[in-house]
Nanobody, 119 residues
């Protein structure tokens, strides 16, 4: 079992920045694909960004050029740097850890952190 704890959410004005962190309780953090997802009120959860064990990244079109995902395997932590924030970025952001072993998928989720972009 992997526990994920997010931090760094809050209230920010449009155009501002926030950095989210997600700390994982596993000694094999480096082999997990880590991802950030978000869910706005009344909407389905959507992918924001992922980073592979080899640090390849993938972003939703809506955040490309504004958000950056990174990982520090020595600290078992994944980050999401969010710049030029817009009101439509308001959502609960959740961290995900994923790996596949022997055709079995392992997925773990954090509790989420609220990001509100408003003036």
């Amino acid at each position: 079992q992997v526990q994920l704890v997010e931090s760094g959410g809050g209230l920010v004005q449009p155009g501002g920045s926030l950095r989210l962190s997600c700390a994982a309780s596993t000694s094999i953090f480096s082999i997990y694909v880590m991802g950030w997802y978000r869910q706005a009120p009344g909407k389905q959860r959507e992918l924001v960004a992922t980073i592979s064990s080899g640090s390849s990244t993938n972003y939703a079109d809506s955040v490309k050029g504004r958000f950056t995902i990174s990982r520090d395997n020595a600290k078992n932590t994944v980050y999401l740097q969010m710049n030029s924030l817009k009101p439509e970025d308001t959502a609960v952001y959740s961290c995900n850890a994923h790996r596949t072993s022997r055709n079995h998928d392992y997925d773990y989720w954090g509790q989420g952190t609220q990001v509100t972009v408003s003036s």
